[in-house]
């Protein structure tokens, strides 16, 4: 058998520079004319990350607060769980809890003005945006209209968690985060489409690949491939590379209609803690790059999704946070719908057989 037959994995050693690269706060310094307004919170206080860190969710009780998260329960017989309360055995907790207007009045200050000024936001800690905890708010996106949300939303990711204990994971040079300073970002919030978000790979200055973000068909995408592309390559070529101190990355872009202006909404490292989406790391590891070394990169691919693999890629992302993959598979797959529905069946009939026979035994 020749060597060629085996996939060989490739390392793709990835250094602390190139991480600290990809903080929001460094590249968006570079490209600001490419991103939507936000306001950047440096060096968040260490009473704020304790809380972000803490179990559970502590909002603040502001005086006149009309939030409804915080809003007073008016007790009725329906919502009184006073007799809990009284539960002799309910564990008393020592742990001293941090709280947003004891701890860090004057982030919390901030954070209100901040959103005052922009209106809804998308928020995101130095790399990553809490994409896993959406099902904590009631319109299921990122979407933060007040700063109770974006309380909740923080607390509530793992993603959040990553960049805050294991954001130098891998790293060549050391993983250590001692000393490492956090930023909050609040991005004005746009409605974006997400069909129209691409991920582009750059190896050594040119591009390899490029993928859909968004892991759904739309049928609408493949006849406007080319027009991606050259905004692509223009964008990469002539504003990235010139500015960027690295050759290779992973760019995250959004192009709007009509295609005439390109938005860069994140840059991550170029090593395989990045998803590769439709690729894998192995092709994008191997993929050689256009030889004609001008300005523009013709021959990668830009992968899509087509109506044929539409079922392999349409399970909804980060659904392992909130209900069952089961529920989440079937509500994309009519069979399985009916194999979820004939094994719920089958549960209650032998539950239902169970009962009438212990009911026989019994007394
Ligand atoms: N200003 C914004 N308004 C609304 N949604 C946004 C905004 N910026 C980014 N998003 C959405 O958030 C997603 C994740 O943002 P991103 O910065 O790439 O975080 P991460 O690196 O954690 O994936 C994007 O794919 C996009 O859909
Ligand atoms: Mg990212």
Known sequence: MSSQEYATFIDMPVTRAQVEHCSYSFWSS?????????????????????????????????????SIYTEEII??????????????DTATEFVQEVEPLLDFPNLHEQLNDAMN???????????????????????????????????LLLNASNYIMHDLQRAFEGCVDGDEEKGLKFDLILRQWCDMNPALEFRVFVKDSHIVGATQ?????????????DTFKDLMDELVHE??????????????????????????????????KT???????????????SKDGGNSDEDYELRLVTSHNTCRFASKEHSENHVPQDLVEASLNPEAIR?????WKELLSQQTQEESSDSEDGT
């Open 239 to 272: 504003v990235v590379l010139p500015k960027f101190p690295d050759k290779s990355f992973v760019l995250d872009i959004y192009v709007p209609r009509p295609f005439n202006k390109i938005f860069i909404v994140d840059v991550n490292p170029f090593s395989r």
């Open 75 to 88: 007790r009725n017989e329906d919502n009184d769980y006073s007799d809990w309360e009284d539960d002799e």
């Open 30 to 66: 570079l490209y600001s004319k490419y991103v939507p307004k936000s306001i950047i919170i440096k060096s968040l206080p260490k009473e704020f990350i304790q809380y972000l860190e803490q179990d559970g969710i502590k909002l603040p009780q502001e005086e006149n607060s009309r």
């Open 213 to 225: 973000r968004d892991l759904n068909y739309y049928d609408y995408l493949d006849e406007l491939s």
């Open 339 to 343: 194999e979820l529905t004939q094994k």
């Open 275 to 289: 998803d590769p989406l439709l690729f894998s790391w192995n092709e994008i590891a191997t993929a050689v790059p």
């Open 117 to 151: 000024e922009l209106g809804a936001v998308a928020p995101k800690l130095n790399w990553s945006a809490p994409r896993d905890a959406t099902w904590i708010l009631p319109n299921n996106t990122m979407r933060c209209n007040e700063v109770n949300e974006l309380y």
